[in-house]
Nanobody, 119 residues
């Protein structure tokens, strides 16, 4: 069984910073890509940032220059450093991973962590 567990969400004032972490555990043979999505109330879930195993990254235009995604392959962990946070960044942030596990290549999701940015 594979699990993704996020941590690091919370309440912060506009202009502040937060760092999210996500650890993948279980029967994992390899992880291809890891990323962060977010879903604000009444909106669709959207990609925030993604990182491939060799380190190439992709960001939503709305977070470029403010957010940084990184990963530690040895720890099966992905991070999202969020700086200069804005109220519109308020959402539930979900970790996602595309990995090779006991059921073959599959996508997995974490439970989500709430990020609230006050103005």
């Amino acid at each position: 069984q594979v699990q993704l567990v996020e941590s690091g969400g919370g309440l912060v004032q506009a202009g502040g910073s937060l760092r999210l972490s996500c650890v993948a555990s279980g029967s994992i043979f390899s992880i291809n890509a890891m990323g962060w999505y977010r879903q604000a109330p009444g909106k669709q879930r959207e990609l925030v940032a993604a990182i491939l195993r060799r380190g190439s990254t992709n960001y939503a235009d709305s977070v470029k220059g403010r957010f940084t995604i990184s990963r530690d392959n040895a720890k099966n962990t992905v991070y999202l450093q969020m700086n200069s946070l804005k109220p519109e960044d308020t959402a539930v942030y979900y970790c996602a991973a595309s990995l090779l596990g006991p059921k073959g290549d599959q996508n997995y999701w974490g439970q989500g962590t709430q990020v609230t940015v006050s103005s």
